[in-house]
């Protein structure tokens, strides 16, 4: 997938969290313990609630914006998923380590685009983007430290 608009960098963003929610629902198959089952099933109401906040950014953000065109065509970033190693068993260790892989590979693309951005407007709409995910890391470390502290 190429981007060539910043609403298709939207997209990819929302498509990504709504993989990632997959991503932790196919692990709890793998999942042992409760500890890890209750992370994940943490994991993938987060993911939804960031999919579902991204559908609501982007009706906010302004139509000549969202049409805005990048000069150059960005070509999609490595795989974040097809890249990533599933063990036959999942602890919370390994969902941990996941989940940080994955929140840096949308924080990487979100700085790739800010920096390949051309317009002020649409750098501003993706370091927003990322600065909300910097703040949800922060909110889901503090829930996943809960999780595992309490277990």
Same mark, same amino acid.
């Given at each position: 997938?190429?981007?060539?608009?910043?609403?298709?960098?939207?997209?990819?963003?929302?498509?990504?969290?709504? =993989?990632?929610? @997959? &991503?932790?629902?196919?692990?709890?198959? =793998?999942?042992?313990?409760?500890?890890?089952?209750?992370?994940?099933?943490?994991?993938?109401?987060?993911?939804? $609630?960031? @999919?579902? =906040?991204?559908?609501?950014? @982007?009706? /906010? !953000?302004?139509?000549? *914006?969202?049409?805005?065109?990048?000069? +150059? %065509? *960005?070509?999609?970033?490595?795989?974040?998923?097809?890249?990533?190693? !599933?063990?036959?068993? !999942?602890?919370?260790? +390994?969902?941990?380590?996941?989940?940080?892989?994955?929140?840096?590979?949308?924080?990487? &693309? +979100?700085?790739? %685009?800010?920096?390949?951005?051309?317009? /002020?407007? *649409? =750098?501003? *709409?993706?370091?927003?983007?990322?600065?909300?995910?910097?703040? @949800?890391?922060?909110?889901?470390?503090?829930?996943?430290?809960?999780? $595992? !502290? $309490?277990?």
């Amino acid at each position: 997938m190429s981007f060539n608009q910043t609403r298709d960098i939207l997209d990819h963003a929302r498509d990504f969290h709504r =993989r990632l929610g @997959e &991503f932790y629902a196919e692990l709890l198959d =793998r999942a042992p313990d409760e500890e890890t089952r209750e992370l994940l099933d943490n994991l993938m109401d987060h993911e939804h $609630v960031l @999919e579902r =906040r991204l559908k609501e950014y @982007e009706e /906010e !953000v302004s139509k000549n *914006v969202l049409d805005t065109f990048f000069k +150059y %065509m *960005v070509g999609e970033r490595e795989d974040c998923f097809g890249e990533y190693a !599933v063990p036959s068993l !999942v602890g919370t260790e +390994y969902v941990i380590e996941a989940t940080r892989h994955f929140d840096r590979c949308l924080c990487d &693309f +979100y700085k790739e %685009m800010a920096r390949k951005a051309l317009a /002020e407007q *649409v =750098r501003e *709409v993706l370091l927003n983007l990322l600065e909300m995910e910097l703040r @949800e890391q922060m909110t889901l470390s503090k829930k996943v430290l809960e999780l $595992v !502290v $309490v277990a």
